[in-house]
């Protein structure tokens, strides 16, 4: 289990809403840490993202998949496909994070099922494999519904979930705030969540749409922030392109 960082920065991550090979070579090259493949709203399918699994682990990226839903199947495969961790959309409360996170950890920690596949090396294996594994895999469980994040606490304490992932912009709309606009409200959800991973010892991560919520995380200690993704970084490149030719 990693510790919070209060005094390093964050790590570097970006979304991949695409099956895009040449965009986590780019991030790579511009030394981002980490690639997290958007299962849940991006528009990859499982044969692409087994693909882009140990293609990005090979730039040197970690590889991270939130997965579609927070079931048993769409874990286990980013997971047998070499994932580093998994981000569990959607957790409702205490329970539905015990039993979602307990389908990234083998027995007896959790209920993952044995798959033979890449991380087995394609073959039958042992008992430490098995427990390497459940150190290997992290499993960050999103705070971003009210339910979760009265629950933070308890679920920050599961012994399946290694860290938590907050959702600024679904837990603003479930809060009735609406769109998220950083303001002080939205803030001290940060806090709150950020406070509950620290007392448990998890690392904890967020999107840091701006330099904002990026100072934020950084004061707080976050272990990971994605700044990024394959397709805004596409339309700015694309904007930017306009603005030459509109000055020439
Ligand atoms: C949210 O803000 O709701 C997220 O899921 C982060 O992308
Ligand atoms: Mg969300």
Aim: aromatic share 6%.
């Amino acid at each position: 289990m990693r510790k919070a960082r209060t005094s390093m920065k964050p790590r570097l991550a970006f979304w991949l809403e695409t099956a895009n090979q040449a965009a986590c070579e780019i991030a790579a090259l511009v030394r981002y840490d980490a690639v997290i493949l958007d299962m849940e709203h991006g528009a990859i399918d499982q044969l692409a993202a087994d693909r882009l699994i140990p293609f990005s682990t090979s730039l040197g990226l970690t590889v991270y998949s939130r997965v579609a839903r927070a079931e048993r199947v769409e874990i286990q495969h980013a997971l047998d496909s070499g994932a580093d961790g998994v981000i569990l959309p959607q957790i409702r409360d205490a329970t539905h994070a015990a039993v979602a996170s307990g389908y990234a950890k083998y027995p007896p920690l959790g209920t993952r099922g044995v798959g033979y596949s890449r991380t087995m090396k394609y073959d039958a294996t042992d008992d430490a494999f098995f427990a390497a594994e459940n150190r290997r895999v992290a499993c960050h469980v999103m705070i971003e519904t009210a339910t979760a994040l009265a629950d933070v606490a308890a679920i920050a304490d599961l012994e399946t979930v290694d860290g938590l992932f907050i959702g600024p912009s679904d837990l603003s709309m479930a809060r009735g705030r609406g769109a998220v606009k950083g303001t002080k409200a939205d803030q001290d959800d940060v806090r709150a969540i950020a406070a509950a991973a620290t007392r448990a010892n998890k690392i904890w991560a967020m999107p840091a749409s701006d330099g904002v919520m990026y100072a934020l995380a950084h004061e707080l200690g976050a272990d990971y922030v994605t700044v990024s993704d394959d397709l805004t970084a596409l339309r700015a490149g694309l904007e930017a392109g306009l603005t030459i030719a509109r000055k020439g």
